[in-house]
């Protein structure tokens, strides 16, 4: 969002949208989850232009967990999971 978009928010700068973030996610497990699955994200808190982040991702069970962050960790930005679709598991 721009930062005059922003500030009408309540926050001092621009941030990124968190459909950006998540579509950014995705991006970075294409090739490495099933064709069919669903997702599902929670965001928590916005991205600040100009910050650092950091993404992880882990199989739990049968589902990929996944987070954005600051770089220490301390600050969640976005958590989901992918979970693959019943007939997409073999």
Same mark, same amino acid.
């Given at each position: 969002m721009?930062?005059?978009?922003?500030? /009408?928010?309540?926050?001092? *700068?621009? $941030?990124?949208h968190?459909?950006?973030?998540?579509?950014?996610?995705?991006a970075?497990?294409q090739? &490495? $989850?099933? /064709?069919n699955?669903?997702?599902?994200?929670?965001? &928590?808190?916005? $991205?600040?232009?100009?910050?650092?982040? /950091?993404f992880?991702?882990?199989?739990? %069970? %049968?589902?990929?967990?996944l987070?954005? *962050?600051?770089?220490?960790? %301390? &600050?969640?930005?976005? *958590?989901?999971q992918?979970?693959?679709?019943? %007939?997409? $598991?073999?």
């Amino acid at each position: 969002m721009s930062g005059l978009a922003a500030k /009408a928010f309540g926050f001092p *700068t621009a $941030i990124a949208h968190g459909m950006w973030t998540h579509a950014k996610v995705m991006a970075a497990l294409q090739g &490495r $989850i099933p /064709a069919n699955h669903t997702v599902s994200v929670e965001f &928590r808190k916005p $991205i600040l232009l100009g910050s650092t982040v /950091a993404f992880r991702a882990g199989m739990t %069970d %049968d589902r990929v967990a996944l987070s954005v *962050t600051n770089r220490s960790g %301390d &600050r969640v930005h976005l *958590t989901g999971q992918v979970v693959p679709l019943a %007939d997409s $598991i073999s």
